[in-house]
């Protein structure tokens, strides 16, 4: 199994989504011990904001494009390189302004691209992505999973929406919710994050036991 961890808080050591992810792919790891794991942390190494160049330049053959086309077209296939070579992704991020981070917008705009990881045919649009299994870590300083302010929330169903076009639709959410009220608030949230996080490692560890027997 390949698990790639895509973190992309600004808060760097003191990012709350950033720990919980981390600490998922260590205890996927520790349940199949022949993993290997990717890391992608966006804001040490940014993805670039799509630009004329690339917007041109991935539609253009190979051999057609300008040096520069030719770069960022190429941070792009390192980027999905990184994705389908995946078995299990892990995406992490704080909830910035009612949405995801800008730098994880930038690796979602340059992981989609039609003929890549989704194509139009005859019954519409087709994901390409298929047979992964995501986590999404999201880290808010307020509750947004219930009550009034559910509908401030975009991230979730934003990364639903473009995971699910690309053909990524066994997504699970992890939320670490309420960082913002408080010493005790973030204990609690902690906490629940770690006991999910647990329990998807105990499942997977049972799943590879059963495999292997």
């Known amino acids: 199994m390949s698990i790639l ?3 992309s808080s600004p808060r760097g050591a003191a990012s709350h989504s950033t720990r919980v992810a ?8 520790a349940a199949d011990p022949s993993a290997k794991l990717v890391v992608h942390d966006l804001v040490a190494n940014p993805l670039p904001h799509i630009d004329p160049d690339y917007a041109t330049g991935i539609y253009m053959p190979a051999e057609a ?4 086309q030719a770069e960022v077209v190429g941070v792009s296939d390192a980027v999905l390189d990184e994705l389908f070579a995946a078995d299990t992704i892990i995406l992490a991020t704080g ?5 995801i981070s800008s730098t994880l917008k930038s690796w979602i705009d340059h992981v989609s691209r039609s003929g890549k990881t ?3 045919g005859e019954n519409g649009p087709k994901g390409l992505v298929t047979g ?13 999973s219930e009550g009034a302010a559910v509908q401030m929330d975009h991230a979730i169903p934003y990364l639903r929406g473009v995971l699910a076009f690309l053909g990524m639709t066994d997504v699970e959410v992890i939320r670490v919710e309420g960082v913002g009220m ?4 973030v204990t609690a949230a902690l906490a ?14 049972n799943a590879d036991q059963a495999a292997a027997a």
């Open 182 to 185: 408080g010493a005790d608030a």
């Open 5 to 7: 961890l895509v973190t």
């Open 192 to 205: 629940k994050a770690t006991a999910k996080v647990d329990a998807i490692a105990a499942a997977a560890a």
């Open 118 to 120: 989704f194509a139009y």
């Open 22 to 29: 981390t600490d998922l792919a260590q205890k996927l790891l």
């Open 95 to 99: 909830f910035i302004n009612f949405n």
């Open 65 to 68: 494009r300008s040096q520069r």
């Open 132 to 144: 992964k299994k995501v986590y999404i870590v999201l880290a808010s300083g307020g509750i947004y």
